[in-house]
């Protein structure tokens, strides 16, 4: 297991990171003040997420916005991201958090769900309001959620005009209304001449662009992942099976700090590397065939996301090594098209295309090349327009095969430069040569 804490691998030394740690000028309280008090988490001050919630109310335009930190989707309870970008608070379920840019004194409110002595006993303490507890959320405001309708009520009826504005998303007719359209709907009901503002782009697009310091806890992320798909190479072996090497992935993520995967990892052998969303890790891996290993850590909330390809011997075979190699020059292909002004679909998937229908491999990708990454795998970013530098994207083309018990994804992830992008998890062996050595070093512990 040794092998797995490593804190400074060779292959990545230029690549620590020193995570950024400003010097706060408020008093936050620490020790036993702090205690029941929901602070950023993580290393960013709260300087960033206030910073961020001005830009926001600057790109409102006056109206009331409410953001909850919870949404509740199919029964489950999913951490909303939005929240969370803005308040710097992560496991605040039932709190929200209340913008109205046009208002006099306070525009900033956060609401908490209200204290239970005994549910104390059951999640912990939780502080009760005062001095601490602005201090340490970082909010002028913070109130109780039962008062939540007569600041919104109040809130509207002084915005001009009075408007709720809702921030998305917009979902299909089968999900569930969005609690934060649902309450804004309530709200303008009892305010005549109130409405509902629809204003969907504003978050998307503020999160899309990363700034120096997410940039660094998503470089992070990738080294972590980095470090586990190294591990996992140098670990395989035929016979193994793939919850073996699973488990190798995610210790490492766990070894070095990471709180968890950012997503359900998948570990594919043979004809299950052809199942795109293959979750299941059952199937031993046999000799002659490659495992298709899609994972990434999380560090801080931001996700890593990233695929190899290997042979479970340590050696590709010819034919893994022809739809290899063309996987790889069409990932060549789409990374050239990667800069401002870029189009993710019809410059970079693109490029990705035209090489594989080129080789021979027509439908055999059936998904798209890219996405945004970020606070989440599939992050929010507007798709339609051309690409901003601080954005960061995936480049992940494949070729899946499953009449040959073949599947071949090569997946990376991408910033966008002023001058055209850098590969954030260019230090993981990627090219045959580079996997091919690095398994020859594996297998003497194998
Ligand atoms: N791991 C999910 C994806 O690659 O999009
Ligand atoms: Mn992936
Ligand atoms: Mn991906």
Redesign the pocket.
């Known amino acids: 297991m040794t092998a797995l804490f490593v804190s400074a691998p060779l292959w990545a030394q230029d690549m620590e990171v020193v995570v950024p740690h400003e010097t706060r000028d408020v008093k936050m309280p620490s020790g036993d003040a702090a205690r029941g008090i929901p602070m950023p988490d993580g290393s960013l001050d709260q300087e960033v997420f206030r910073a961020r919630r001005q830009r926001l109310m600057n790109a409102m335009d006056g109206g009331v916005a409410v953001i909850f930190a919870a949404e509740r989707i199919g029964g489950r309870s999913r951490q909303n991201m939005d929240f969370y970008y803005l308040t710097g608070l992560a496991y605040e379920e039932g709190a929200a958090l209340v913008l109205a840019p046009q208002a006099e004194t306070w525009k900033e409110y956060l609401f908490l769900k209200p204290v239970n002595p005994e549910s104390n006993i059951w999640d912990g303490e939780r502080a009760t309001l005062g001095r601490a507890m602005e201090l340490g959320t970082g909010f002028g405001k913070v109130y109780r959620t039962n008062r939540l309708p007569s600041v919104l009520a109040k809130t509207v009826r002084a915005s001009d005009p009075m408007e709720m504005v809702y921030l998305g998303p917009i979902v299909g007719y089968t999900s569930p209304v969005p609690h934060a359209l649902d309450v804004a709907r309530k709200v303008v009901a009892r305010i005549p001449g109130a409405s509902v503002r629809l204003a969907d782009r504003i978050l998307p697009e503020l999160r899309q662009t990363k700034d120096k310091s997410e940039i660094e806890l998503v470089q992070r992320a990738i080294n972590i992942t980095g470090q586990a798909l190294v591990n996992a190479m140098q670990a395989v072996k035929p016979g193994m099976t793939e919850y073996e090497l699973k488990l190798v992935i995610e210790n490492t993520f766990r070894a070095n700090g990471s709180r968890r995967p950012a ?1 359900g990892s ?1 570990v594919g052998s043979g004809p299950n590397g052809a199942i795109l969303h293959y979750r299941d890790d059952t199937r031993e891996m046999r000799d002659g065939e490659v495992v298709l290993c ?3 850590a999380e560090w801080e909330q931001y996700a890593a ?3 190899r390809t290997f042979p479970i011997n340590g050696r590709f075979s010819k034919r893994q090594r022809e739809v290899y190699n063309t996987v790889l020059r069409a990932h060549r292909a789409a990374l050239q098209q990667c800069k401002p002004g870029a189009l993710l679909r019809e410059d970079i998937h693109m490029a990705a295309v035209k090489v594989i229908e080129e080789a021979g491999f027509t439908d055999k990708f059936p998904h798209g090349t890219s996405h945004f990454l970020g606070l989440q ?1 599939h992050d929010v970013g507007v798709s339609e327009v051309p690409l901003t530098p601080g954005t960061i994207i ?1 480049i ?1 083309p494949g070729i899946y095969l499953p009449d040959e018990n073949l599947g071949i994804r090569i ?1 990376d992830d991408v910033l966008i430069t002023q001058s055209g992008y850098r590969i954030l998890s260019n230090h993981i062996p990627r090219t045959i040569e580079e996997i091919e050595a690095l398994m020859a070093k594996g297998s003497a512990k194998r």
């Open positions: 997503f998948i899609d994972v990434g996301d990233v695929t795998v995936t992940e997946e």
